[in-house]
């Protein structure tokens, strides 16, 4: 006898959770290209293209790491919980197009290997705008990576509860890593007060909503979902 | 294991909460202005002549006025200087003169003539053969190698006698077009306007522009 894994358990509300997942991914893309050849219309497709993913993939992120603390404000948002993990997939993916698209543009064409150039290309001098950005950005997709591959009941199981829990909690890792990826990246070239805004909008929203939740609700109440959880060794979304 | 995951959780948010907005507050106030160059290396400037001057918008529809300068002394040598209210999005640009019988196109022609590389409110001499034969500028990019914008054709010294040439009609910069119709000006009250104290105190390659020098 053994256990026989699926790739996906598909059901009705999953199916619908991904329509409106990908649906949602696809009008940012469409209205942030459309946007940005608007406003900027000298931007080079390429660019244009970098950016939405990127964008996209890094408003997912926010979203993914509020609906927690936004379901213990309201039940409404539960809805948003379920199969998280494929938000949390498709956030990698995004992240991934963002990353091949860079690599191909920036950081391909010459004799170093274009990961390495990712590294040895910018030399810090000391100011925020030599930081180099890149290599924050690509140790988040790493992380990412991992967590996306590790998406499913079968690592679940086998990593065990504890270990697979703590490789996800390394999205707070990521998180910080990809702030700092465009604070000291896109930020740097892009004087807009409405760029800085949004991404310290963001910032607060994560840090300080999730935190003062953490602190202010019972264990009980906060990690109960968790514990159920780890202690039957399967997710819930 | 809750209990020591939640402690785990606890810490990392007090790190992030208080690390992350730190140094993206830091990161912020960290931010330089783009730099540019005041003077380019030799080779790729030439400083304008002294000269009298006024107002031209040349290229199309991207949002960059030039102005045309004629020299006091030198009445042949001719000098312009691109004014980018929206600076373009290109990697290493410069501004070429060819001659207008050539077809346009993405490649630079064999012919151009290298003016200097693009910097705002810089001015390039034009060379001789433009103050008397139809030429435009074009706006290339030397990493991209692609030409990027390219201006209507003038004549330098022929623009100076034409008022009402098409030219002066439409592509003038809208802030400038505006003032001009509001006080009903001509070619050469727009001369005037150009000279104004505003205008004269505008640098170019590091000096102030000369003051009015009517013709």
């Known amino acids: 006898m053994g256990v026989q894994y699926t790739s996906v358990q598909w059901n009705r509300q999953k199916k619908l959770y991904d329509a409106v997942l990908v649906s949602g991914v696809a009008a940012f893309l469409v209205v942030f290209s459309g946007l940005t050849k608007l406003l900027f219309p000298r931007v080079t497709d390429e660019i244009m293209l970098i950016r939405a993913f990127g964008a996209g993939a890094f408003l997912l992120l926010h979203i993914i790491l509020c609906i927690g603390p936004l379901c213990r404000l309201n039940s409404r948002f539960l809805p948003l919980l379920y199969n998280r993990r494929h938000a949390g997939v498709m956030c990698f993916l995004l992240g991934l197009i963002h990353a091949v698209l860079v690599i191909v543009t920036y950081h391909a064409g010459s004799d170093t290997n274009p990961i390495l150039s990712i590294f040895v290309s910018g030399t810090f001098a000391g100011t925020a705008g030599t930081v180099p950005f890149h290599a924050f950005g690509f140790i988040a997709l790493v992380i990412l990576f991992l967590m996306a591959a590790t998406s499913h009941d079968f690592w679940l199981a086998n990593l065990t509860a504890p270990m697979w829990k703590a490789l996800h909690m390394a999205v707070y890792v990521a998180y910080a890593l990809l702030v700092l990826h465009v604070t000291f990246g896109v930020l740097q070239g892009e004087g807009s007060p409405v760029y800085v805004g949004a991404v310290a909008l963001g910032v607060v929203a994560v840090t300080r909503r999730c935190k003062s939740l953490a602190e202010a609700l019972p264990p009980s109440v906060v990690w109960r979902g968790l514990a159920m959880n780890c202690e039957t060794g399967r997710a819930t979304a | ?215």
């Open chain 2, 1 to 215: 294991m809750t209990l020591a995951l939640r402690k785990r959780h606890r810490r990392l948010f007090a790190v992030l909460g208080v690390a992350l907005p730190v140094v993206f507050v830091a990161g912020i106030a960290a931010r330089k202005p783009i730099p540019t160059m005041a003077i380019l290396p030799n080779g790729l400037s030439q400083s304008p002549s002294r000269s009298s001057e006024m107002v031209r918008d040349f290229l199309g529809t991207y949002p960059l006025g030039v102005r045309l300068f004629r020299d006091a002394e030198s009445q042949a040598a001719w000098s312009v200087q691109i004014i980018a209210r929206f600076p373009p999005v290109g990697p290493d640009l410069l501004v070429y003169w060819i001659p207008a019988t050539q077809t346009l196109s993405r490649n630079l022609p064999d012919d151009a003539r290298l003016l200097g590389a693009f910097v705002p409110e810089m001015a390039f001499a034009l060379p001789p053969e433009s103050v008397s034969n139809r030429g435009r500028l074009l706006l290339y990019s030397l990493a991209n190698q692609e030409v990027l914008e390219a201006s209507n054709d003038f004549v330098a010294a022929a623009t100076t006698a034409r008022a009402d040439s098409p030219l002066l009609a439409f592509n003038i910069l809208p802030a400038t077009l505006e003032a001009a119709r509001s006080r009903t000006l001509g070619w050469n009250a727009m001369h005037q306007l150009d000279a104004s104290p505003r205008r004269a105190a505008a640098p170019i390659c590091g000096q102030p522009l000369p003051r009015d020098q009517e013709e």
